[in-house]
């Protein structure tokens, strides 16, 4: 009998330590989950839909992760959320990343440390738009006229202003409206604004829309100012518009662009910036699908216009 109990008392002890393990097991499942937050831009832009897709490629090809796009206020904004650790990856310009590394422009003062790189993407393309009553066919036709230039402290203002300096115009000589994307638009739809600057991947919803009721002109950047402008701002590079971008766009229109890039901080975890970086870059036709300019997201181009050292775990993919 007492042998019986002592088997009994053994097979119960044995027994509580297996379900203690295996308590132990479930207990640490939810600590696993890694939560990705996307910082993307307006849903009128280029960053949403892609954002999404990114997030949709994550959570399919990342073990463990919970991604997650939101729409906020675009590069500014997002470096500031990177910063306060509200989101782990944002999209943002390549030239607004370099003026947060430096603690330029916009960051005067205010440098953000710790930004590190996981691609560029795209370029993104300043868009100088105008419809054709107002008779604007160059940046020099801008004197005087009233001019969207972005929204206040955006990167589209930073570009706008550069460009213009190019030229030798400053806000002292233009009618200066500081405007995001969607009310640029209506202003030129209602000829409340003769020109606005937008920038992003083309074609642009935006314009699009004005496009739907009005005859769009797109300003070019003359080739010598371009040149100008990337000897003292190397984060551009020269583009081209095709012709049929937009409706009644008859001609390939000479532009600038920055790049769209994807950035991070230095505390995400090697491991994860490395399986991030590889689901994003071998599922490249999710990305065509959701936008157009998915096709010029390829690896052969991703560290081109890279203003910020890259992730560590980024490196290693992109050295595989």
Do not use: W
């Amino acid at each position: 009998m007492k042998k019986l109990f002592a088997i009994l008392v053994v097979a119960v002890f044995v027994i509580g330590l297996l379900a203690g393990c295996g308590g132990a097991k479930t207990e640490q499942k939810p600590a696993e989950k890694k939560f990705v937050n996307i910082a993307t831009g307006g849903t009128a832009g280029t960053y949403y839909p892609l954002g999404g897709a990114i997030a949709e490629i994550l959570n399919k090809n990342v073990p463990g992760v919970n991604a997650s796009a939101q729409s906020t206020g675009a590069s500014v904004a997002n470096i500031n959320l990177l910063k306060d650790g509200k989101v782990e990856m944002a999209f943002v310009q390549n030239d607004i990343t370099y003026y947060a590394a430096k603690g330029i422009e916009m960051f005067k003062d205010k440098a953000v440390p710790g930004l590190k790189g996981i691609a560029t993407l795209y370029p993104e393309t300043v868009q100088i738009v105008t419809v054709e009553k107002t008779g604007i066919k160059s940046i020099a036709d801008l004197k005087g006229k009233r001019v969207a230039v972005g929204a206040a402290g955006s990167g589209t203002e930073a570009n706008a202003r550069q460009i213009l300096e190019a030229y030798g115009i400053t806000y002292n000589d233009i009618k200066a409206q500081y405007l995001s994307f969607g009310e640029a638009a209506n202003g030129l739809k209602d000829g409340n604004v003769d020109v606005a600057f937008v920038t992003a991947g083309f074609p642009t919803a935006a314009i699009q829309d004005i496009a739907a009721q009005h005859k769009v002109v797109l300003v070019p950047v003359a080739s010598d100012k371009a040149d100008a402008l990337i000897k003292k701002y190397p984060f551009y590079a020269k583009v081209t518009i095709p012709a049929n971008t937009y409706p009644n766009q008859t001609a390939n229109i000479e532009a600038v662009a920055v790049k769209a890039m994807l950035v991070v901080t230095e505390k995400m975890d090697a491991d994860l910036a490395f399986n991030i970086t590889k689901a994003i870059f071998t599922n490249t036709d999710r990305l065509k699908a959701a936008h157009s300019v998915g096709k010029d997201i390829i690896k052969e181009k991703a560290k081109e216009g890279m203003s910020v050292d890259l992730h560590a775990g980024a490196d290693k993919f992109f050295k595989q």
